[in-house]
């Protein structure tokens, strides 16, 4: 059974850092591109950064360049996301996702929320 | 950035009638590979999202086969031929071919 948990989440100040962490078990994790996706409260869905599986290559959204920086760790089997400078725009339940455009199940987490308030 | 513009945003149905949902982008979503990576989600209440469909119109497996999409270039479609109260939500469109990638709006299908 494959099992995508996300964990780090929380209250964190503006200007704050956090960081997020996502284990993925019952695949081979290094042969999958992984992603981070975002929801606001109540809002829709908004890409948020993506890493090959070698990690040699990363891409982000432009309001989230030079705050975030995603990674990943395949010994360990786990995504990281570090947040830096955190806005309360940056406001979500955050999605660790291999967000697939080919055939294949295309796994999510369950969500981890974090909140950027004084 | 590519938009993708999804219509109508919310959609009330009548259990067991039709219903479709729109999506228009801005750019065109054919690859330099020949595939159109366009996917739809479902995103049912208190759930993470779910695909439906990659590439147009493959269903994902396990997807029932009342959900049917269509489209081509930068016009795509979203069916439902018969609405169950399982597929009350929020269904998004995806494009996977240009960074950043983006996903439409959402479409809340709610029933009557």
């Known amino acids: 059974e494959v099992q995508v948990l996300e964990s780090g989440g929380g209250l964190v100040q503006p200007g704050g850092s956090l960081r997020l962490s996502c284990a993925v078990s019952?695949?081979?994790?290094?042969?999958?591109?992984m992603s981070w996706v975002r929801q606001p409260p109540g809002k829709g869905l908004e890409w948020v950064s993506t890493?090959?599986?070698?990690?040699?290559?990363?891409y982000y959204t432009d309001s989230v360049k030079g705050r975030f920086t995603i990674s990943r760790d395949n010994s360990k089997n786990t995504l990281y996301l570090q947040m830096n400078s955190l806005r309360a725009e940056d406001t979500a339940v955050y999605y660790c996702?291999?967000?697939?455009?080919?055939?294949?199940?295309?796994?999510w987490g369950q969500g981890i929320l974090v909140t950027v308030s004084s | 950035d590519v938009v993708l513009t999804q219509s109508p945003l919310s959609l009330p149905v009548t259990l067991g009638q039709p219903a479709s949902i729109s999506c228009r982008s801005s750019?065109?979503?054919?690859?330099?590979?020949?595939?159109?990576?366009l996917n739809w989600f479902q995103q049912r209440p208190g759930q993470s999202p779910r695909r439906l469909i990659y590439?147009?119109?493959n269903r994902d497996s396990g997807v029932p086969d009342r959900f049917s999409a269509i489209g081509s270039g930068t016009d795509f479609t979203l069916k439902i031929s018969r609405v169950e109260a399982e597929d009350v939500g929020v269904y998004y469109c995806?494009?996977?071919?240009?960074?950043?990638?983006?996903f439409g709006q959402g479409t809340k299908v709610e029933i009557k």
């Open positions: 996702t291999t967000l697939k455009n080919l055939a294949g199940e295309d796994y």
């Open positions: 019952g695949v081979t994790f290094s042969s999958y591109v």
């Open positions: 890493i090959t599986g070698g990690g040699d290559s990363t």
């Open positions: 750019q065109s979503l054919v690859n330099s590979d020949g595939n159109t990576y």
């Open positions: 590439k147009v119109s």
């Open positions: 995806m494009q996977g071919v240009h960074w950043p990638r983006t």
